[in-house]
């Protein structure tokens, strides 16, 4: 075990905490490999982890699905996870925060492609700090949504709901969306034609007064787009899970982007089409940031803007 002040981060890596550049993954780990890794990542208000029993839960969830037992319990992911960002929290600011993620994959490539990997799985529990500078003005200007052709991959497929490694159907469809617009956020469409989800990003949209998002079982559901719904909940703004179509998102009154860095953040146009009467955010938009800051403790949108030159 190393010292609690390190010159640089530290990381968990197979059961040590060691300096990140220490870190080595064999070239020949599934994770790699194929993409055989699943990961989930928390981030911290005020240098405290949100909801980090939830996001281990969701991890545990993943790895079931890929049948990956990664020889530590919940509990001890946990611990582990708060241990690593108690060593690291003296090299950020205080008015700043991290991500928190862990990382397990399959292990190493057996020679005859066993399944079951040599040497057991690879764990690795990190901190990263948050992208505030790069993200502040999403706050001030809203999000610039685009609408790539790749679709998402569907359900009878591959789960979404399974948060692996293997995100390169993300990545050309972000890729897609920047060459039109290089300020875009990519958010799919499901085989159907209905939103979908972009990369690490879900979408709400209001009509009439309604929060729509889409289906669960046709996205990875967020532990910040659940803490939406519930707060929705409390102020009785009605939310329902379903179907959405262009025609919803183009003639919405409102819509937002939820992901574990951004909490919640306005969006102000889909494919260039400006939503509402083009105000960021919008009122229902703003009942929820100030819900979502009063219950996490922290004006995350001023954290964000204090970065704007």
Known sequence: MTSPRQNERVAYHNGRIIPESEVLLPFRDRGFIFGDAVFDTARTFRHKPFRLKEHVERLYRSLRYLRIDPGLSPAETVAASEEVLDRNLHLIDKEDDY????????G????????????????IIECQPLPLKSRAALYRDGIEVVVPPTRRTPPDVLSPRA????????????????????????VLLDQEGHLAEGLGSNIFVLREGRLLTPRERNVLPGVSRATVIELAHGLDIPVSEQDIDLYDAYTAEEAFLTSTSLCLCPVRSINGATLGAGRIPGP???RLI??????VGCDFVAQYLRHLS
Do not use: F
Request: hydrophobic share 40%; glycine share 4%; proline share 5%.
């Open 99 to 106: 991500w928190l993620t862990q990382r397990i994959s399959r």
């Open 108 to 123: 190493q490539l057996a020679l005859d492609r066993d399944p079951e990997a040599v040497g057991g799985p690879t764990v």
């Open 163 to 186: 948060k692996s490694h293997n995100y390169l159907n993300m990545i050309v469809a972000d890729q897609e969306a920047r060459a039109l617009n290089p300020k875009a956020w990519a």
């Open 284 to 286: 229902v938009t703003q």
């Open 290 to 295: 100030d819900a979502y800051a009063k219950l």
